[in-house]
Nanobody
Framework: QVQLVESGGGSVQPGGSLRLSCAAS????????MGWYRQAPGKERELVAV?????????DYADSAKGRFAISRDNAKNTIYLEMNNLKTEGTATYYC??????????????????WGQGTQVTVST
């Protein structure tokens, strides 16, 4: 019922930049928060950054992302972006968009779901 579609992954040299996009669509009534996780080969999925939607919303970053990554949002389009600068080789991973979504045809009978995108690959290498 709710789809998250990511784009913007690719290959970049260390020190380079990439911008990821994630658009949510479907039977969305509201979104509480959206963010990004990543999973490197042989490792568990980890939080990169998450942003709470709405007035007074805040964004929290993993220590590895602070100062180099930035989330921005287009709430009208249910879209979130991740600007990644000064990428390091340890940033090589599949990046997944995440959203906590109130879904349904109407508020009555709606439900909250954890939604994930299909993932987009980011490779940082010389």
């Amino acid at each position: 019922q709710v789809q998250l579609v990511e784009s913007g992954g690719g290959s970049v040299q260390p020190g380079g930049s990439l911008r990821l996009s994630c658009a949510a669509s479907g039977s969305i009534i509201s979104i509480n928060h959206m963010g990004w996780y990543r999973q490197a080969p042989g490792k568990e999925r980890e939080l990169v950054a998450v942003s709470t939607i709405g007035v007074g919303g805040r964004t929290d970053y993993a220590d590895s992302a602070k100062g180099r990554f930035a989330i921005s949002r287009d709430n009208a389009k249910n879209t979130i972006y991740l600007e990644m600068n000064n990428l390091k080789t340890e940033g090589t991973a599949t990046y997944y968009c995440y959203a906590f979504v109130q879904a349904g045809a109407s508020r009555r009978g709606s439900h909250w779901d954890d939604c994930w995108g299909q993932g987009t690959q980011v490779t940082v290498s010389t």
